[in-house]
T-cell receptor, first 112, second 117 residues
Protein backbone atom coordinates (compact mmCIF):
# COMPACT_ATOMS: atom_id res chain seq x y z
CA UNK A 1 0.00 0.00 0.00
CA UNK A 2 0.91 3.66 -0.14
CA UNK A 3 3.35 4.91 2.44
CA UNK A 4 5.32 8.00 3.36
CA UNK A 5 8.68 7.94 5.09
CA UNK A 6 10.25 10.99 6.65
CA UNK A 7 13.35 11.52 8.69
CA UNK A 8 13.12 11.01 12.40
CA UNK A 9 13.58 13.93 14.68
CA UNK A 10 14.02 15.97 16.52
CA UNK A 11 15.93 18.23 14.22
CA UNK A 12 17.69 20.87 16.30
CA UNK A 13 18.97 24.01 14.59
CA UNK A 14 20.14 27.46 15.47
CA UNK A 15 18.25 30.45 14.14
CA UNK A 16 19.13 31.32 10.52
CA UNK A 17 20.43 27.81 9.78
CA UNK A 18 19.43 25.91 6.64
CA UNK A 19 16.73 23.29 7.03
CA UNK A 20 16.13 20.07 5.13
CA UNK A 21 13.57 17.47 6.16
CA UNK A 22 13.61 14.43 3.93
CA UNK A 23 10.44 12.77 2.69
CA UNK A 24 10.01 9.84 0.31
CA UNK A 25 6.82 8.13 -0.76
CA UNK A 26 5.62 4.92 -2.32
CA UNK A 27 2.41 4.99 -4.27
CA UNK A 28 0.65 3.63 -7.29
CA UNK A 29 0.10 6.35 -9.80
CA UNK A 30 0.99 9.95 -9.14
CA UNK A 31 -0.33 11.20 -5.83
CA UNK A 32 -0.52 14.82 -4.77
CA UNK A 33 2.05 15.58 -2.08
CA UNK A 34 1.70 17.84 0.92
CA UNK A 35 3.60 19.24 3.85
CA UNK A 36 1.52 20.03 6.92
CA UNK A 37 2.76 21.79 10.05
CA UNK A 38 1.50 21.36 13.60
CA UNK A 39 2.33 24.02 16.15
CA UNK A 40 2.16 23.08 19.83
CA UNK A 41 -1.40 22.45 21.00
CA UNK A 42 -2.92 23.03 17.58
CA UNK A 43 -4.27 21.05 14.69
CA UNK A 44 -2.48 20.54 11.40
CA UNK A 45 -2.38 23.25 8.79
CA UNK A 46 -1.25 23.07 5.22
CA UNK A 47 2.22 24.45 4.62
CA UNK A 48 2.59 23.70 0.91
CA UNK A 49 1.61 21.21 -1.75
CA UNK A 50 2.50 19.93 -5.23
CA UNK A 51 0.17 18.05 -7.51
CA UNK A 52 2.41 16.78 -10.31
CA UNK A 53 6.00 15.89 -11.08
CA UNK A 54 8.50 18.77 -11.02
CA UNK A 55 6.01 21.09 -9.34
CA UNK A 56 7.50 23.22 -6.58
CA UNK A 57 5.35 24.14 -3.62
CA UNK A 58 6.35 27.14 -1.56
CA UNK A 59 5.05 29.12 1.39
CA UNK A 60 6.52 31.23 4.20
CA UNK A 61 10.06 30.64 2.88
CA UNK A 62 9.62 26.86 2.79
CA UNK A 63 9.96 24.96 -0.49
CA UNK A 64 9.57 21.39 -1.69
CA UNK A 65 9.85 19.93 -5.19
CA UNK A 66 7.93 16.86 -6.40
CA UNK A 67 10.61 14.51 -7.71
CA UNK A 68 9.07 11.54 -9.48
CA UNK A 69 12.40 9.92 -10.36
CA UNK A 70 13.45 9.72 -6.71
CA UNK A 71 9.89 9.60 -5.27
CA UNK A 72 10.82 12.41 -2.94
CA UNK A 73 9.36 15.66 -1.63
CA UNK A 74 12.01 17.11 0.66
CA UNK A 75 11.20 20.25 2.65
CA UNK A 76 13.76 23.06 2.69
CA UNK A 77 14.11 26.53 4.16
CA UNK A 78 17.10 28.76 3.78
CA UNK A 79 16.99 30.48 7.15
CA UNK A 80 14.85 29.11 9.98
CA UNK A 81 13.37 31.17 12.78
CA UNK A 82 12.46 30.26 16.35
CA UNK A 83 8.81 30.56 15.31
CA UNK A 84 9.31 27.65 12.87
CA UNK A 85 9.60 25.24 15.79
CA UNK A 86 6.83 22.72 15.19
CA UNK A 87 6.16 19.21 13.95
CA UNK A 88 6.19 18.79 10.18
CA UNK A 89 4.25 16.05 8.41
CA UNK A 90 4.74 14.89 4.86
CA UNK A 91 1.67 13.33 3.24
CA UNK A 92 0.46 11.90 -0.04
CA UNK A 93 -3.11 11.74 -1.25
CA UNK A 94 -4.28 8.36 -2.46
CA UNK A 95 -7.04 9.04 -4.94
CA UNK A 96 -8.20 5.43 -5.04
CA UNK A 97 -8.83 5.26 -1.32
CA UNK A 98 -9.66 8.94 -0.96
CA UNK A 99 -7.29 9.45 1.91
CA UNK A 100 -4.17 11.23 3.03
CA UNK A 101 -1.29 8.97 3.98
CA UNK A 102 0.95 10.65 6.55
CA UNK A 103 4.53 10.21 7.56
CA UNK A 104 5.29 9.95 11.26
CA UNK A 105 6.23 13.61 11.59
CA UNK A 106 9.51 15.39 12.25
CA UNK A 107 9.88 17.73 15.19
CA UNK A 108 11.92 20.85 14.48
CA UNK A 109 13.43 22.80 17.36
CA UNK A 110 15.03 26.16 16.56
CA UNK A 111 17.06 27.92 19.24
CA UNK A 112 17.93 31.64 19.27
CA UNK B 1 -16.06 31.15 8.82
CA UNK B 2 -15.29 29.07 11.87
CA UNK B 3 -13.68 26.39 9.68
CA UNK B 4 -13.59 22.95 11.30
CA UNK B 5 -14.70 22.81 14.92
CA UNK B 6 -14.41 19.91 17.33
CA UNK B 7 -15.87 19.31 20.76
CA UNK B 8 -14.92 18.53 23.42
CA UNK B 9 -11.27 19.61 23.59
CA UNK B 10 -10.46 17.09 26.27
CA UNK B 11 -12.29 14.08 27.68
CA UNK B 12 -11.58 11.39 30.25
CA UNK B 13 -13.51 8.14 29.99
CA UNK B 14 -13.56 4.91 31.90
CA UNK B 15 -13.15 1.62 30.07
CA UNK B 16 -16.47 0.53 28.62
CA UNK B 17 -18.06 3.96 28.49
CA UNK B 18 -19.38 5.36 25.24
CA UNK B 19 -19.14 8.86 23.88
CA UNK B 20 -19.43 10.93 20.73
CA UNK B 21 -16.78 13.28 19.43
CA UNK B 22 -18.37 16.11 17.52
CA UNK B 23 -17.06 17.63 14.30
CA UNK B 24 -18.63 20.37 12.23
CA UNK B 25 -17.52 22.46 9.28
CA UNK B 26 -19.08 25.53 7.74
CA UNK B 27 -17.26 25.50 4.40
CA UNK B 28 -19.77 23.27 2.56
CA UNK B 29 -17.06 20.64 2.08
CA UNK B 30 -18.04 17.28 0.65
CA UNK B 31 -15.20 15.26 2.13
CA UNK B 32 -14.76 14.78 5.86
CA UNK B 33 -12.55 12.42 7.79
CA UNK B 34 -11.39 11.39 11.24
CA UNK B 35 -7.78 10.68 12.16
CA UNK B 36 -6.10 9.64 15.35
CA UNK B 37 -2.62 10.82 16.24
CA UNK B 38 -0.37 8.65 18.34
CA UNK B 39 3.29 9.22 19.22
CA UNK B 40 5.66 7.86 16.60
CA UNK B 41 2.82 6.82 14.29
CA UNK B 42 1.77 10.02 12.59
CA UNK B 43 -1.91 10.31 11.76
CA UNK B 44 -4.00 7.30 10.85
CA UNK B 45 -7.35 7.44 9.11
CA UNK B 46 -10.29 6.03 11.08
CA UNK B 47 -13.31 6.73 8.87
CA UNK B 48 -14.14 9.11 6.09
CA UNK B 49 -17.14 10.41 4.16
CA UNK B 50 -17.37 11.66 0.60
CA UNK B 51 -20.77 13.23 1.12
CA UNK B 52 -23.93 13.19 3.20
CA UNK B 53 -25.17 9.64 3.68
CA UNK B 54 -21.90 8.06 2.53
CA UNK B 55 -19.20 6.78 4.86
CA UNK B 56 -16.35 4.32 4.58
CA UNK B 57 -13.64 2.77 6.70
CA UNK B 58 -10.07 3.92 6.90
CA UNK B 59 -7.02 2.16 8.27
CA UNK B 60 -8.10 1.74 11.88
CA UNK B 61 -11.94 1.64 12.04
CA UNK B 62 -12.45 -0.96 14.77
CA UNK B 63 -14.21 0.36 17.84
CA UNK B 64 -15.52 3.47 16.09
CA UNK B 65 -18.73 4.32 14.26
CA UNK B 66 -19.59 7.32 12.12
CA UNK B 67 -22.58 8.75 10.33
CA UNK B 68 -23.06 11.67 7.99
CA UNK B 69 -26.66 12.88 8.02
CA UNK B 70 -25.77 16.43 6.96
CA UNK B 71 -22.97 18.01 4.97
CA UNK B 72 -21.83 19.98 7.99
CA UNK B 73 -21.56 17.33 10.71
CA UNK B 74 -19.51 14.16 11.03
CA UNK B 75 -19.62 12.73 14.57
CA UNK B 76 -17.35 9.91 15.69
CA UNK B 77 -18.77 7.43 18.20
CA UNK B 78 -16.82 5.26 20.55
CA UNK B 79 -19.15 2.41 21.46
CA UNK B 80 -17.18 0.91 24.36
CA UNK B 81 -14.01 2.82 25.13
CA UNK B 82 -10.75 0.95 25.63
CA UNK B 83 -7.37 2.23 26.88
CA UNK B 84 -5.97 1.61 23.37
CA UNK B 85 -8.23 4.42 22.17
CA UNK B 86 -6.34 6.97 24.25
CA UNK B 87 -5.19 9.38 21.59
CA UNK B 88 -5.65 12.79 20.01
CA UNK B 89 -8.44 12.82 17.45
CA UNK B 90 -8.54 15.17 14.50
CA UNK B 91 -11.40 15.86 12.15
CA UNK B 92 -10.63 17.21 8.68
CA UNK B 93 -12.60 18.36 5.65
CA UNK B 94 -11.88 19.25 2.06
CA UNK B 95 -13.77 20.70 -0.82
CA UNK B 96 -14.32 17.94 -3.31
CA UNK B 97 -13.97 14.31 -4.18
CA UNK B 98 -14.76 14.15 -7.86
CA UNK B 99 -11.71 14.38 -10.06
CA UNK B 100 -10.06 17.27 -8.30
CA UNK B 101 -9.97 15.69 -4.87
CA UNK B 102 -6.34 14.76 -5.16
CA UNK B 103 -5.43 18.41 -5.27
CA UNK B 104 -7.60 19.58 -2.44
CA UNK B 105 -6.26 20.89 0.81
CA UNK B 106 -7.63 19.26 3.91
CA UNK B 107 -8.54 21.59 6.76
CA UNK B 108 -8.07 20.23 10.24
CA UNK B 109 -9.88 20.96 13.46
CA UNK B 110 -8.02 21.72 16.70
CA UNK B 111 -8.31 18.16 17.98
CA UNK B 112 -9.88 16.28 20.88
CA UNK B 113 -7.57 14.75 23.45
CA UNK B 114 -9.09 11.54 24.82
CA UNK B 115 -7.86 9.62 27.82
CA UNK B 116 -9.39 6.21 28.56
CA UNK B 117 -8.66 4.83 32.00
Amino acid sequence: GDSVTQMEGPVTLSEEAFLTINCTYTATGYPSLFWYVQYPGEGLQLLLKATKADDKGSNKGFEATYRKETTSFHLEKGSVQVSDSAVYFCASFNTGFQKLVFGTGTRLLVSP
Amino acid sequence: NAGVTQTPKFQVLKTGQSMTLQCAQDMNHEYMSWYRQDPGMGLRLIHYSVGAGITDQGEVPNGYNVSRSTTEDFPLRLLSAAPSQTSVYFCASSRGTSGGARQETQYFGPGTRLLVL
